[in-house]
């Protein structure tokens, strides 16, 4: 899965699943030493791997540049996930 | 020049026109490659791959002298030490990067990930790219290039990859 600082090119390019972010380029975890907000949009993407049942999802994320305020995810909230339409 | 691109909605303005010549590219029916995570993540093993020109100091850095880029791409053993890593890409501004390397590759959150025991394990290297490729080294990446690592990706048996762009 990727992360996406560009929503129109990776669109154009088909990617399997992607979390968006409208964040400055070079940013795609977003701000230094934001060990929080790094680990924000890893979990966002991992939630995205484990449950998109179709190719192409493009998650926004929503976030805004330096205006959010961020807390350590729920990991646990991964486990047993399951795409949707799966038979649990 | 490319501080510019530090400002969300010109980022995004280059995006659509990049995603118009881009689209000429995908070859085929158009139609996305897509494979379901068949485990738990707790038992799947994962991969790094990063297009922002990050790669270890001891290796030859991307050629930015070539106005259509460089499609090589460098190896990132799984144990490296962040300051082992260094990145050359002039096309975007990676200072915030230079300063925490997680803005870009977050190896230790993926570390601190496997010991929680919220991913099964890393492969024992990880890719970087440098994501400015045009032209004739395009045609590189797409022939040679992205094949190669990719049966790499296989070798490595790993269930996903985690790609961050510049």
């Keep these: 899965m990727s992360v996406s600082l560009a929503r129109d090119l990776t669109e154009a390019v088909g990617t399997p699943r992607a979390v968006f972010v409208k964040w400055p380029l070079g940013h795609p975890l977003g701000e230094p030493h934001a060990p929080l907000q790094q680990r924000t949009v890893i979990f966002r993407a991992l939630h995205l791997l484990v449950t998109a049942s179709q190719p192409g999802v493009i998650e926004d994320l929503g976030f805004r540049w330096r205006r959010e305020t961020y807390t350590e995810p729920d990991w646990s909230k991964l486990e047993g996930t399951k795409q949707e339409g799966t038979k649990q | ?166």
């Design chain 2, 1 to 166: 020049m490319n501080r510019i691109y530090a400002i969300p909605s010109v980022a995004q303005l280059w995006a659509s026109r990049a995603a118009q010549r881009s689209a000429a590219l995908v070859a085929g029916d158009g139609s996305i490659p897509f494979t379901r995570l068949h485990k738990p993540l707790s038992a799947a093993r994962g991969i790094l791959i990063t297009t922002g020109g990050v790669h270890l100091k001891t290796q030859p850095p991307f050629d930015m002298e070539n106005s259509d880029g460089d499609a090589s791409y460098r190896e990132i053993p799984d144990n490296v030490a962040p300051d082992e890593i260094t990145i050359t890409h002039k096309y975007y501004d990676h200072r915030d990067a230079d300063a925490d390397l997680n803005v870009i590759f977050p190896l230790a959150h993926f570390h601190d990930l496997v010991r929680q025991g919220v991913i099964g394990s890393l492969a024992s290297r990880h890719f970087g790219f440098m994501g400015h490729i045009e032209g004739e080294q395009l045609a590189i990446l797409m022939k040679y290039s992205a094949p190669e690592v990719a049966a790499k990706l296989r070798a490595e048996g790993v269930d996903f990859a985690f790609l961050t762009p510049a």
